[in-house]
């Protein structure tokens, strides 16, 4: 069983930094895609970002501000966040698959198979 477990979120204003981690149990890590998806009050769930083995990829929405990265020796993946807005504030998900997802198909939900419970972010002007 996988359980991933976001931590990092907070209170900033706009235009700060944040880094969001997501640590995810298992031995074959390495070969996991992970996603983060994010829900802001009264909108569906976005896709954000996501990490393949040996890719990443990421919404219009973040691009040039947002950084996925792994570290498969500590199970772990972050979201740098930089130059954060207002719209940015959400509860934050991280979703895990155990094997790849093919490019046309990384930022659907039903993709994933594994989610953590959230991490709020809020981003204040």
């Known amino acids: 069983q996988v359980q991933p477990i976001e931590s990092g979120g907070r209170l900033v204003q706009v235009g700060s930094g944040l880094r969001l981690s997501c640590v995810a149990s298992g031995d074959t890590f390495r070969t996991y895609t992970v996603g983060w998806f994010r829900q802001a009050p009264g909108k569906e769930r976005e896709f954000v970002a996501a990490i393949r083995t040996s890719s990443s990829h990421y919404a219009d929405a973040v691009k040039g501000r947002f950084t996925i990265s792994r570290d498969n020796a500590k199970n772990t993946v972050a979201l740098q966040m930089n130059s954060l807005m207002t719209e940015d504030t959400a509860v934050y998900y991280c979703?895990?698959?155990?094997?790849?997802?093919?490019?046309?198909?990384?930022?659907?939900?039903?993709?994933?198979?594994?989610w953590g419970h959230g991490t709020q972010v809020t981003v204040s002007s």
């Open positions: 979703a895990v698959k155990r094997s790849s997802i093919i490019l046309s198909a990384i930022a659907e939900p039903t993709q994933y198979h594994y």
